[in-house]
Nanobody
Framework: HVQLVESGGGLVQVVVSLRLSCAVS????????VGWFRQAPGKEREFVAA?????????YYQDSVKGRFTIYRDNARNTVFLQMNSLKPEDTAVYYC?????????????????WGQGTQVTVSS
């Protein structure tokens, strides 16, 4: 005796994302590249992504973040960003940005000269 008709439903996809910013100050003309690294509890600091600062802006990524993370720069504002999409619990760590001088070894944390204080990223399962 009572009729009800529903409408308007559809598929909803949830995307977990976060953007990190790295503000660089000082003698920026000496910087060859800027990289992002991360360190989880009980693990060594590892490379995440890097971008050429003084040249053409070539980018480099750890295999586990390829297709999910994007590093880009705004030289006018001396800022490097890390856009992180499709975040997983395994991405949980303290994230650091760092400046690379002289060298082109973007994957090697030991070659970076200056480091930020770090920012915590936590992805709950």
């Amino acid at each position: 005796h009572v009729q009800l008709v529903e409408s308007g439903g559809g598929l909803v996809q949830v995307v977990v994302s976060l953007r990190l910013s790295c503000a660089v100050s000082g003698l920026t003309l000496s910087i060859n590249g800027v990289g992002w690294f991360r360190q989880a509890p009980g693990k060594e600091r590892e490379f995440v992504a890097a971008i050429n600062w003084s040249g053409g802006g070539n980018t480099y990524y750890q295999d586990s973040v390829k297709g999910r993370f994007t590093i880009y720069r705004d030289n006018a504002r001396n800022t490097v960003f890390l856009q992180m999409n499709s975040l997983k619990p395994e991405d949980t760590a303290v994230y650091y940005c760092a400046a690379l001088l002289y060298s082109v070894g973007f994957y090697e944390p030991a070659l970076y000269h200056y480091w930020g204080q770090g920012t915590q990223v936590t992805v709950s399962s």
